[in-house]
């Protein structure tokens, strides 16, 4: 910025409202040509001089708080590194002209940090609106409460943007770290044995929409089989994430040693019975057997998995469904099914932010999925999943999560 030539010592002067600069003990360092036309003072009675000194409460109005409520203000900015905004303040100020004699006025101040290189607060910059013409009578006692409800209504808008700016900002914050937890729990994308696979994770756009889906991909024990599964979690936000790594982790490690996936859900159901939070989750389970071209599968209230035939055809796995986990009171086996494949085949697993969209049938999302997979099931699994996205999603991003598992039978 200092090759551009700019003056920023002449910008500081014309900014159009009042500013100051403040040290964290509240002397003025600076303060612009606004703010010095407006406070009555001239820059020599201002900078090097002890904020409260300049400006001190007017000592014949016993209800007088500006200055201590100023104080706080400035305080909580040093603390907590943030802006701060007042509401309107009456603070009264002495005439230079007429020594002892005050002159009542209104302020709204909004106070914020400047931070040195080590990240502490090195300055405090002091912007103030005068609103006394908001507050002073010009029409009787009508007049006066209607400027002042005036002035306290812009006021509050304000307040009420500065909050929202900060739960934006939390909202933001709470989004990288649930992003960065799923991140860390779900697998990295890796070949299963010899075979070719692609995962793919999409995040919900906006800072509140991180959600609880998760995929996983397993070797079983004994021969050329694998397992490979993918889930959502009601909810969003951290608590999604964290349900969503339990029930990871524990289906990954029931699906190494289960029967099949029914058996493999059964237990899972019964350990979501004991996590808050995991209640109508929704996962598919499939068993692949490499040896036998078998694809075994079990579902608890999830979209069907999709086996793509070399010569084109889309079937959906949908003859082992049931409802979501921990649905029933009292554990039930759960159904599965088997389908055969052929060499060249493709399994497809997905979440519903793939295939759902607002104010339309699940069945039409189906049939565009299965129309692109058709399309592209000869590219290996990697290209299909990114042209699959790039085809389904909508442009300026999904409302939900999306995760997507494409494995080369």
Known sequence: MADAGIDYAAVFQALPGMVAVLTPELVYVDANEEFVRMSGRSRQQLVGRYLFDVFPDNPGDPAASGMRNLAASLQRVLTTGERD???????????????????????????????????????????????????????????????????ELYIRARELQEVNERLRKAHAREREVALALQEAMLPAPRQVRDHRAAVRYRPAVGALNVCGDWYDLVERIGGDRICVAVGDVVGHGLAAACVMGQLRSALSAASRVAEGPAQALDVLGRYAHVVPGAESATVVTTFVDFDARTVTYSSA???????????????????????????????VARPEATAGFRSGDTLVLYTDGLVERRREDIDAGLARLADSLARHRTAEPAAMADAVLLELLPPEGATDDTALIVVRL
């Open 85 to 151: 905004t007042m509401a309107v303040q009456r603070y009264d100020v002495q005439s230079l002209e007429q020594p002892g004699c005050w002159e009542e006025r209104y302020w709204s101040p909004v106070n914020a940090p400047v931070f040195g290189p080590d990240g502490k607060v090195v300055l405090l910059v002091h912007r103030v609106e005068e609103v006394t013409e908001f507050i002073r009578d010009r029409g009787g006692p009508v007049g006066t409460r209607a400027r002042a409800l005036e002035a």
């Open 301 to 331: 209230g999830h979209l069907p998995p999709a086996l793509v035939h070399a010569d084109g055809r889309v079937e959906f796995l949908d003859a082992a469904t049931d409802p979501p986990l921990d649905a029933s009171p009292d554990p």
